[in-house]
Structures are given as structure tokens and as C-alpha cells.
């Protein structure tokens, strides 16, 4: 099934988004930034040194040092190694203290944005996630949450040194041979705006990157949860080859951009070419002149080499910084999404919650379809079993998501004791709301930590209570390790009646006022349906209970039975009084139980 289109990439650039998301973190990005800039100070002494050096050893008595004060060429020798030390030794402090402070700020960056990003992932409604790729989300949180500590980690820095390195050569120029410096510094434009030229060129190819590794991380996903169809229906061939042909999308994209990539350095480095020469030739030829000194000709040669390597490194640098952009841009537009279930702000004490139900004018349609529900009215009395029957598409799913606010209704509203649903605080909401599905969800723990699951506070008695209540301990203790046993992920170690009887356990411990069953046994057999049968009877007496249904025996007892046919009751009444009406619910339960129409 192809997937919907991604939204449209928003206006802003990344990198102003990322630096109001690292706003508490100011500080260390300063410190970080400040070490950095100091290390690469330190690291351009040196030439500096050694012209001096030169300087010394060639004038002697004259040397700019003598004219500073130091006259003796043994005591300025002695000055310059005492510097050089202690050079060297500051240079490698600030070089531990920035690598120390860029990588923890990456670690922390990387933590904080991906621990935000889940947590506001796990917010957005069940509609946003029914449009989405799980596959393309983990490739989010991971991939490029990982790509942006990438760029921290290195690019970052080298990004500030070869500024530093630029505007402090460039200084120096200036001051000691201005003449040298008006043709070192005249390549340093170009390459700059061959820089950002290059940065508008490669951001959109390295959002196709990011794009196509999340739609091959999405297949990945899909199949490896679709192993067991994957098997049965012998498509593993057809499985690699769509990933191979998933994969070379990937290896396309990446292409495009490392082909430009690529071409930056060579072209950058024909134009660093004249600053070299500049220095080299013209520098030279002032200093035949009498116009240099021989120490001051040695230090522009010194920095000209220090100033043109780093500069050649941009191009890595640049491919980094826009491969790390291309993934915020991703991170941060995750973090934007806003649910389309908006929470209201009432509270339920659940001890409070009588659980009276209504459904008033309920009119429900998922996006481009039509509507599901259409002006629904249905009442659920507090403490009575109300079943739900119908065809498929009938709308008996949809009632129960709405309950839970996944969606909000288009039109009518449903009340919870009076209480519309919209004003009451989601989590408040489903607190208050017990429900077992059709197909049980067991996370891979054990048994102990899966029945526990949203109460997580509750004891061992109470643990097994429950599940004695659902028929479970008996099988939980024949199990290699009982509670403690790990059931695998989704309890793929379990049965298709073990997993449900699990799921009625954990709803029993949570002891709410209103329990939902989704289906409790439509994918069991008839011993297994008869034991949960047992269990659900117990559990429900004196709880409000909406039933959705598939096999009519499961409901036969409801207070309530509902029959629903293109999204509104067509008849509802008690099982018994159902069959007399021998309408819809009876040709259903005939059809089930092989029953004769009267009068066939």
C-alpha cells in the first residue's frame, strides 16, 4: 500500500530551529565554542615563534625581540623555548577541554532531542500515527537524531577553527606585509560564496537522502514484522528485491549529492592556489627588496600553509553540516506536529466515575472516506453490559476508539457521566477506561512486567489475583519461570488464549469503572472462549461494559444488545426478545448457530 506523501518541508532554516532548542544549553555552547577558538589560537603561535626565531637568528642584536627589551640572542632563544612550552601546553589543555565539551554537548543534544521527540511521538494521536511509517519514525529517532550528534561531535568545531584560523591570519597579514595580504585574502570571498552556493545546491539532495533511508528503514520494519506471512507465502524473494530496489534508491540519492560534493575541494583548492603564491612569490620578492624581513617572510609562508589546508577541509565539513541540517530539519518538524486530538483540561478521580455512556448524534468518517457513523445515539447506563453486533464496516471498531478519544467525533458528542469527552484531560479519560482488544499486546518481559503494565505500582497478591480472575494463573505457573517467564515480543512464546487472558488480567489489576472489550474472543478456541467466557462474567458485574462482538454466544447475557448497520442501531433489545423480533440479530444468530429460519 503506498503511503501518504510527507508534509511539506517547512520555510524556516534548521539551523536558527535548532539553536532556539538548544537554548539551555547556552552556556556550554559557548564554552565549547570559546575553548575551541583559543585552542586554534594557540595552534597559529608557532609560526609565529618561528619567524621570531628566524628573526633572531638572522638580526641578532636588531631582532624585533632586542628592540623589545631582550638584547642577548641566548636569552631570547631561552624566551621562545620557555613560550614554545608553554604553548604547547595550554594548546593541548583547550584541545582536551573543547573535544570534552563538543562531545558532551553531542551526547547531551542527542539524549535531549531524542528523548523529546519520543515522548512527543507517543502524545500524537492514533490518527497521525495511522498516517506515518513506523519504519520512517525510527528512523528519526535514531538515524538522524545520530547524524546531528555526528556534526556536534566534529563538524561544529572545525567549522569555528577555520573561521579563527581566517580572521587571525588574516590579522597578521594585514599588520606585518599589507601588501602580501590583499592578494593572500583575495581567494577567501570566492570560496566562501562557493560555499554557500554549494550548501543551497546539496541541502535538497540531502533531504532526498534522508528521505529514501527512512522509506528503506519503513520496508525493513514492515517485513520484519510481516516475517510469519513473509514464510507462508514464500515472498522472500519478493521481499529482497524490493529492499534491493529500496536500497538503490538510497545509493541513487547519496549519489547525487556526493557527486557534487566531491567537486568541491579540487575547485576550492585552485583558488587557495593564489594565496599560496601570493605569499610564496610576491612576499619573496619584497624580501630581495629589503622590504621584509627574512623572519617576517618565513612567517607569512608558515601561516599561508596554515591558513590554506584547513580551508580545503571545508568541503567535508560542509558535507557533515548538511547531512546533520537535512536530519534536524527532520527532528524538529516531528517535534511540530501537532495532534489533532487536543486534550481539554478536566480531571477525573476515578473513585468519582460512575461510567453512564452516551453517544449523541455521533457522526465519524476517517479522511476521504465516508462517514463510518452516522448520527449515532446510544445509551450505556452506569453498571450495565452493553453488546454491540454488526457486519463488518458496521462501525463497532470506530465506537470504541472514539470512547478512548484516538478521534473526535465530526459531528454530536459523547458524554461520560455527563461529561463531554473534549473537556476532559485524555489520560484522566483513559484511566478511568479498561479495554481489551482483539489482538492482545504483550511488550517482550515477563509476564509480571505485562500484567503489571499501567500499574505498575500494584503487588504481587494483587497481581495474582487478577490473574486468577482471568483464568491465568493456573497456566502462568506451569510456565519454565511463572511471572518471572519472558513471553517474547508481542508474546509471540504465548498462545493466541494465553495472550488475551494476560490482556483481561492487566485490565482486571487496573479495576476500572468502565471496561471495554474489543472482540475479547473472537480468535480462540471454543475451551479457551468458554474459560474467558468465565473470567469476563465475574469482572464485569457492577462495571459498565461496552461489548463489541463477533460470536453472538459471547453476549447472549448483555443487559443490551445493539445491532448496528451502516453506522446507526437498527434494533436493540436482550438477546431473548432479539430472536422474538426475528429481525437482523436473529438471521445473525442463525447463521452462527446453523439454526432453521421459522418456517424453512
Same mark, same amino acid.
Given at each position: 500500500?503506498?503511503?501518504?506523501? #510527507?508534509? !511539506?518541508?517547512?520555510?524556516?532554516?534548521?539551523?536558527?530551529?535548532?539553536?532556539?532548542?538548544?537554548?539551555?544549553?547556552?552556556?556550554?555552547?559557548?564554552?565549547?565554542?570559546?575553548?575551541?577558538?583559543?585552542?586554534?589560537?594557540?595552534?597559529?603561535?608557532?609560526?609565529?615563534?618561528?619567524?621570531? !626565531?628566524?628573526?633572531?637568528?638572522?638580526?641578532?642584536?636588531?631582532?624585533?625581540?632586542?628592540?623589545?627589551?631582550?638584547?642577548?640572542?641566548?636569552?631570547?632563544?631561552?624566551?621562545?623555548?620557555?613560550?614554545?612550552?608553554?604553548?604547547?601546553?595550554?594548546?593541548?589543555?583547550?584541545?582536551?577541554?573543547?573535544?570534552?565539551?563538543?562531545?558532551?554537548?553531542?551526547?547531551?543534544?542527542?539524549?535531549?532531542?531524542?528523548?523529546?521527540?519520543?515522548?512527543?511521538?507517543?502524545?500524537?494521536?492514533?490518527?497521525?500515527?495511522?498516517?506515518?511509517?513506523?519504519?520512517?519514525?525510527?528512523?528519526?529517532?535514531?538515524?538522524? $537524531?545520530?547524524?546531528?550528534?555526528?556534526?556536534?561531535?566534529?563538524?561544529?568545531? #572545525?567549522?569555528?577553527?577555520?573561521?579563527?584560523?581566517?580572521?587571525?591570519?588574516?590579522?597578521?597579514?594585514? /599588520?606585518?606585509?599589507?601588501?602580501?595580504?590583499?592578494?593572500?585574502?583575495?581567494?577567501?570571498?570566492?570560496?566562501?560564496?562557493?560555499?554557500?552556493? &554549494?550548501?543551497?545546491?546539496?541541502?535538497?539532495?540531502?533531504?532526498?537522502?534522508?528521505?529514501?533511508?527512512?522509506?528503506?528503514?519503513?520496508?525493513?520494519? +514492515?517485513?520484519?514484522?510481516?516475517?510469519?506471512?513473509?514464510?507462508?507465502?514464500?515472498?522472500?524473494?519478493?521481499? @529482497?528485491?524490493?529492499?534491493?530496489?529500496?536500497?538503490?534508491? &538510497?545509493?541513487?540519492?547519496?549519489?547525487?549529492?556526493?557527486?557534487?560534493?566531491?567537486?568541491?575541494?579540487?575547485?576550492?583548492?585552485?583558488?587557495?592556489?593564489?594565496?599560496?603564491?601570493?605569499?610564496?612569490? $610576491?612576499?619573496?620578492?619584497?624580501?630581495?627588496?629589503?622590504?621584509?624581513?627574512?623572519?617576517?617572510?618565513?612567517?607569512?609562508?608558515?601561516?599561508?600553509?596554515?591558513?590554506? /589546508?584547513? $580551508?580545503?577541509?571545508?568541503?567535508?565539513?560542509?558535507?557533515?553540516?548538511?547531512?546533520?541540517?537535512?536530519?534536524?530539519?527532520?527532528?524538529?518538524?516531528?517535534?511540530?506536529?501537532?495532534? @489533532?486530538?487536543?486534550?481539554?483540561?478536566?480531571?477525573?478521580?476515578?473513585?468519582?466515575?460512575?461510567?453512564?455512556?452516551?453517544?449523541?448524534?455521533?457522526?465519524?468518517?476517517y479522511p476521504g472516506g465516508?462517514?463510518?457513523?452516522?448520527?449515532?445515539?446510544?445509551?450505556?447506563?452506569?453498571?450495565?453490559t452493553v453488546a454491540v453486533?454488526?457486519?463488518?464496516?458496521?462501525?463497532?471498531?470506530?465506537?470504541?476508539?472514539?470512547?478512548?478519544?484516538?478521534?473526535?467525533? +465530526?459531528?454530536?458528542?459523547?458524554?461520560l457521566d455527563g461529561v463531554?469527552?473534549?473537556?476532559?484531560?485524555?489520560?484522566?479519560?483513559?484511566?478511568?477506561?479498561?479495554?481489551?482488544?482483539?489482538?492482545?499486546?504483550?511488550?517482550?518481559?515477563?509476564?509480571?512486567?505485562?500484567?503489571? &503494565?499501567?500499574?505498575?505500582?500494584?503487588?504481587?497478591?494483587?497481581?495474582?489475583?487478577?490473574?486468577?480472575?482471568?483464568?491465568?494463573?493456573?497456566?502462568?505457573?506451569?510456565?519454565?519461570?511463572?511471572?518471572?517467564?519472558?513471553?517474547?515480543?508481542?508474546?509471540?512464546?504465548?498462545?493466541?488464549?494465553?495472550?488475551?487472558?494476560?490482556?483481561?488480567?492487566?485490565?482486571?489489576?487496573?479495576?476500572?469503572?468502565?471496561?471495554?472489550?474489543?472482540?475479547?474472543?473472537?480468535?480462540?478456541?471454543?475451551?479457551?472462549?468458554?474459560?474467558?467466557?468465565?473470567?469476563?462474567?465475574?469482572?464485569?458485574?457492577?462495571?459498565?461494559?461496552?461489548?463489541?462482538?463477533?460470536?453472538?454466544?459471547?453476549?447472549?447475557?448483555?443487559?443490551?444488545?445493539?445491532?448496528?448497520?451502516?453506522?446507526?442501531?437498527?434494533?436493540?433489545?436482550?438477546?431473548?426478545?432479539?430472536?422474538?423480533?426475528?429481525?437482523? &440479530?436473529?438471521?445473525?444468530?442463525?447463521?452462527?448457530?446453523?439454526?432453521?429460519?421459522?418456517?424453512?
Amino acid at each position: 500500500m503506498p503511503e501518504p506523501p #510527507e508534509p !511539506a518541508p517547512r520555510g524556516r532554516h534548521p539551523l536558527p530551529r535548532l539553536l532556539a532548542h538548544l537554548g539551555g544549553r547556552r552556556r556550554t555552547v559557548l564554552w565549547a565554542s570559546a575553548c575551541s577558538v583559543l585552542n586554534k589560537v594557540l595552534d597559529l603561535a608557532p609560526p609565529v615563534l618561528i619567524g621570531l !626565531a628566524v628573526d633572531v637568528v638572522v638580526e641578532r642584536e636588531t631582532s624585533l625581540l632586542a628592540r623589545l627589551g631582550v638584547e642577548s640572542p641566548g636569552a631570547q632563544l631561552a624566551l621562545l623555548c620557555a613560550a614554545t612550552a608553554l604553548i604547547f601546553v595550554l594548546e593541548s589543555l583547550f584541545e582536551w577541554l573543547y573535544a570534552l565539551a563538543w562531545r558532551n554537548l553531542a551526547q547531551a543534544v542527542q539524549h535531549d532531542l531524542r528523548g523529546a521527540a519520543w515522548e512527543h511521538v507517543l502524545r500524537l494521536d492514533l490518527g497521525w500515527h495511522e498516517d506515518r511509517s513506523t519504519g520512517r519514525l525510527l528512523n528519526v529517532l535514531v538515524d538522524d $537524531v545520530n547524524q546531528l550528534e555526528r556534526f556536534l561531535d566534529g563538524g561544529a568545531n #572545525e567549522l569555528l577553527q577555520v573561521a579563527t584560523t581566517v580572521l587571525v591570519i588574516g590579522g597578521v597579514f594585514l /599588520w606585518v606585509a599589507p601588501q602580501v595580504a590583499v592578494l593572500a585574502m583575495a581567494p577567501i570571498p570566492p570560496i566562501l560564496l562557493a560555499s554557500l552556493a &554549494y550548501q543551497r545546491r546539496l541541502a535538497p539532495r540531502y533531504a532526498r537522502v534522508r528521505e529514501e533511508a527512512g522509506r528503506l528503514a519503513g520496508l525493513f520494519a +514492515q517485513s520484519l514484522q510481516g516475517i510469519a506471512v513473509i514464510h507462508a507465502f514464500t515472498a522472500e524473494r519478493h521481499e @529482497a528485491d524490493r529492499a534491493r530496489a529500496a536500497s538503490g534508491a &538510497y545509493r541513487e540519492a547519496n549519489r547525487g549529492a556526493i557527486a557534487l560534493s566531491a567537486a568541491y575541494t579540487p575547485l576550492i583548492r585552485m583558488a587557495v592556489l593564489v594565496a599560496f603564491l601570493a605569499a610564496l612569490g $610576491v612576499g619573496g620578492a619584497l624580501t630581495l627588496d629589503g622590504r621584509l624581513s627574512v623572519g617576517t617572510y618565513s612567517l607569512l609562508v608558515f601561516l599561508v600553509q596554515r591558513m590554506v /589546508w584547513p $580551508v580545503t577541509r571545508l568541503g567535508g565539513t560542509f558535507d557533515l553540516y548538511q547531512r546533520a541540517m537535512a536530519s534536524t530539519a527532520r527532528i524538529l518538524d516531528l517535534l511540530d506536529a501537532t495532534p @489533532a486530538v487536543q486534550g481539554g483540561g478536566r480531571a477525573l478521580a476515578r473513585r468519582d466515575v460512575r461510567g453512564h455512556l452516551r453517544f449523541e448524534g455521533v457522526t465519524f468518517a476517517y479522511p476521504g472516506g465516508a462517514p463510518v457513523l452516522d448520527g449515532l445515539d446510544l445509551d450505556v447506563p452506569a453498571g450495565a453490559t452493553v453488546a454491540v453486533v454488526g457486519a463488518t464496516g458496521a462501525g463497532k471498531t470506530t465506537l470504541i476508539k472514539l470512547l478512548l478519544r484516538f478521534h473526535d467525533p +465530526q459531528a454530536g458528542r459523547i458524554t461520560l457521566d455527563g461529561v463531554d469527552l473534549r473537556d476532559l484531560d485524555p489520560a484522566s479519560l483513559r484511566g478511568a477506561v479498561g479495554l481489551v482488544g482483539q489482538d492482545p499486546f504483550l511488550f517482550d518481559g515477563t509476564v509480571r512486567e505485562n500484567v503489571r &503494565y499501567g500499574t505498575f505500582d500494584a503487588d504481587d497478591a494483587a497481581l495474582e489475583a487478577a490473574c486468577r480472575a482471568a483464568e491465568a494463573h493456573d497456566f502462568v505457573a506451569a510456565l519454565p519461570r511463572g511471572y518471572d517467564t519472558v513471553v517474547g515480543e508481542r508474546g509471540q512464546k504465548l498462545s493466541g488464549g494465553q495472550r488475551q487472558r494476560l490482556s483481561i488480567a492487566r485490565a482486571v489489576l487496573k479495576d476500572p469503572p468502565v471496561l471495554v472489550l474489543d472482540e475479547a474472543t473472537s480468535s480462540v478456541d471454543n475451551e479457551t472462549e468458554a474459560a474467558i467466557q468465565r473470567s469476563l462474567a465475574r469482572i464485569t458485574r457492577d462495571r459498565t461494559t461496552l461489548v463489541v462482538a463477533h460470536r453472538l454466544s459471547t453476549i447472549r447475557h448483555a443487559d443490551r444488545i445493539v445491532v448496528l448497520e451502516a453506522g446507526r442501531p437498527l434494533e436493540q433489545g436482550t438477546h431473548e426478545a432479539l430472536l422474538a423480533r426475528d429481525g437482523a &440479530y436473529a438471521a445473525l444468530w442463525r447463521v452462527q448457530t446453523g439454526e432453521r429460519a421459522p418456517g424453512a
